[in-house]
């Protein structure tokens, strides 16, 4: 079996405990909001100026002044604040955001991460706030697609795409496992979904896994 | 008697030369002063440098004044977006030099020009192709990238009340770029939905004090277009 989109978002909202400040990236990650419980407090930070968002409002209760980093409407939960970009990148840069989960082209085994251009001759590339996230957030998880459309594998030893920040990923859940990124061991798998072997995994990724066991 | 109130955009937009790195707040459509960036179309100003986080969408605001020729550079973090078709036709034809730059550097490079800090160090960009041919210092075992302050000659912010003395207030997620960039410039002027009454904005709710504001002027819009 594969781990769908939603079970992969469901799998990383497992693992954040409560009291986290958590910044979600666009895709996937923006999804892990839905399955962290309502009871366990888990703030969720905004680039654009947001702390303590909430979902998506009902469509007759759209506020126009309230929007996420992908400009799509959102809510703000009792207790949130807003506050201006400054403020905002001296949370994620100052290394007071606990957790970013971001989508990825290519994840190394040294920890690179490269998901903002995919080339390096892209002609108009779009950083937004990748680099400050990667480079500034105290733990990065990456939330990807095992290998690509055409099965060329995402974790790597080296990323051939441009960078967003080099030794910042701690972690990468895919649709067919959860891997760590251990400094000086590389790729450590933690968990495989049920059906796929360690040799059948590594046979679909670009760089050597380790196991604890 | 101090009054920063201009009736006009026109008045409130006088003297802009060309030539100026203008600073224009808001993330996508929240918070953005179309009205008063639509203004410079009427005023004239050209070969403009513009500063903001995107590079506009449909055709209104800000992709107004770049189909109009009037922008020869954009600095900003996140130039596509869902209706940036100006930019990219633009952008396509070698008509906009681009300088893309990580967002939360964006922010910083504005802060530090209005705090009078010329250059900083930052670790975001180290290693990547966006800090090519910048100095870079080990700080604590790690590559950091040396920024350049971002000062413009003008800044145009959307607030939602503003008073005579220049004190501002933003609404939710708009304040965003505003209260940075109107830091930033020698030239601040803001578009406000409504004009208070000296005093009637809580001292303790001020989000700019009039101090790094020029000119207020009001506008009739409604809520923001998302």
């Known amino acids: 079996m594969t781990w769908n989109r939603t079970q992969m978002a469901a799998r990383v909202a497992q693992d954040i405990p409560e009291g986290w400040f958590v910044n979600l990236g666009i895709g996937i990650p923006t999804m892990v909001a839905d399955h962290v419980p309502a009871e366990r407090e888990v703030i969720l930070h905004s680039e654009n100026g947001i702390l303590g968002m909430g979902p998506a409002p009902a469509p007759d209760k759209v506020n126009a002044w309230l929007v996420n980093a992908g400009k799509q409407p959102v809510t703000l939960r009792p207790g949130g604040s807003f506050f201006h970009h400054a403020d905002s990148f001296a949370m994620i840069r100052g290394g007071h955001i606990d957790l970013c989960v971001l989508g990825a082209f290519e994840v190394a085994e040294n920890g690179d991460i490269a998901n903002w251009a995919t080339s390096e001759n892209d002609t108009a590339p779009a950083v937004g706030g990748a680099m400050d996230l990667a480079a500034g957030a105290k733990r990065l998880w990456v939330v990807m697609e095992h290998t690509t459309k055409d099965g060329k594998p995402k974790l790597v030893e080296s990323c051939g795409y441009p960078l967003t920040a080099m030794g910042v990923v701690q972690r990468v859940y895919t649709n067919l496992a959860v891997v760590d990124v251990v400094p000086g061991r590389g790729f450590v798998v933690k968990e495989i979904v049920p059906g796929l072997s360690l040799a059948e995994l590594q046979a679909k990724t670009g760089a050597k896994l380790n196991t604890d066991a | ?226």
């Open chain 2, 1 to 226: 008697m101090i009054n920063k109130i201009v009736q006009s955009i026109a008045e409130a937009l006088q003297g802009v030369k060309d030539g100026s790195t203008v600073l224009m707040g808001g993330f996508g459509a929240v918070g953005q002063p179309d009205e008063l960036i639509e203004g410079l179309i009427e005023q004239g100003a050209k070969d403009l440098t513009v500063v903001a986080n995107n590079a506009g969408a449909g055709r209104v605001g800000l992709a107004k004044l770049m189909e109009a020729g009037r922008v020869r550079k954009i600095i900003c973090s996140f130039p596509r977006s869902a209706g940036s078709v100006v930019f990219e036709e633009l952008y396509r034809a070698g008509k906009l030099e681009l300088e893309i730059v990580p967002q939360g550097t964006l922010a910083e490079r504005m802060r530090a020009a209005g705090a009078g800090i010329a250059a900083f160090y930052t670790p975001t960009g180290a290693g990547t192709k966006l800090a090519q041919g910048k100095e870079v210092r080990e700080f604590n075992g790690r590559p950091h990238v040396m920024e350049y302050a971002l000062k413009g000659d003008l800044a145009l912010v959307e607030a939602w009340e503003g008073d005579r003395w220049g004190n501002l207030t933003y609404r939710e997620s708009g304040r965003n770029f505003n209260p940075v960039m109107a830091t930033a410039a020698t030239l601040t002027v803001a578009q406000v939905h409504h004009i208070r009454e000296l005093g009637e904005i809580a001292p303790d709710n001020i989000h700019t004090p009039g101090i790094f504001v020029n000119r207020v002027v009001r506008v009739q819009r409604g809520a923001p277009w998302v």
